[in-house]
């Protein structure tokens, strides 16, 4: 089975940096993949990490290790519309997605 | 079409009732996925197709639950029975499958026990 941890919740002011962490036990790992999920809507793909190191793309960086089984999402020069939840996911076998709970980010002025 | 599809958008049913929700992935898309998700919670895991066939249905939560997919494309998920814990965001999701890729996910199905 697969075991996906993240925190429940994070508060950050405008123009700030925020890191989330995940980890995770499982059993047969092809990835990690980071959702973001505003309020009533669909979750949208932000990042992929396969391999060990620092994925990079605008504000958002992703970061990965696979021996320590455990990822982070950085949001850098946070804005108020990046207030949304953060979903973990760890993609499995036979190409199955396997969330976490989610992180709801809330950014104050 | 150009993303992922999702009918109804909303459904409200009496307890007792059976429904059936639609999921119309992205063409050419082989895996799919249904997700539930309560107010205020996480992704619940239902089931995944890879083709036709479901290589992982652990997450359906009682046999009032089940899905199929047809022609590798359209899946339906019906609820039998429906009970009013029942009542969440249902959300289907596809992509390019092995390797595994990012999921595309549908608008969700609101579904009101009553």
């Known amino acids: 089975g697969q075991n996906i941890d993240q925190p429940t919740e994070m508060t950050a002011t405008e123009g700030a940096i925020v890191q989330i962490n995940c980890t995770y036990q499982?059993?047969?790992?092809?990835?990690l993949f980071w959702y973001q999920q505003h309020a009533g809507e669909a979750p949208t793909f932000l990042s992929y990490?396969?391999?060990?190191g620092l994925e990079e793309k605008g504000r958002f960086s992703s970061f990965l290790s696979r021996s320590k089984g455990y990822s982070y999402l950085l949001l850098k020069e946070l804005q108020m519309k990046d207030s949304a939840s953060y979903l973990c996911?760890?993609?499995?076998?036979?190409?199955?997605?396997?969330f976490g709970a989610g992180t709801q980010v809330v950014v104050t002025p | 079409g150009a993303g992922v599809s999702q009918s109804p958008s909303n459904k409200v049913t009496e307890k007792g009732k059976d429904v059936e929700l639609r999921c119309d992935p992205i063409?050419?898309?082989?895996?799919l996925y249904w997700y539930r998700q309560s107010l205020g919670q996480g992704l619940e895991f239902l089931i995944y197709?890879?083709?036709?066939?479901?290589?992982?249905k652990s997450g359906l939560p009682s046999d009032r639950f089940s899905a199929e997919r047809t022609g590798g494309s359209v899946s339906t998920l019906t609820i039998q029975r429906t009970q009013q814990e029942d009542s969440a965001v249902y959300l289907c999701?596809?992509?390019?499958?092995?390797?595994?890729?990012?999921?595309?996910f549908g608008q969700g199905t609101r579904l009101t026990v009553v």
């Open positions: 999701a596809s992509s390019p499958g092995q390797p595994v890729h990012e999921a595309f």
């Open positions: 499982t059993s047969g790992f092809n990835g």
């Open positions: 990490n396969v391999l060990d």
């Open positions: 996911a760890v993609g499995g076998s036979w190409g199955k997605l396997q």
């Open positions: 063409s050419g898309h082989t895996a």
């Open positions: 197709f890879q083709g036709n066939s479901a290589p992982d």
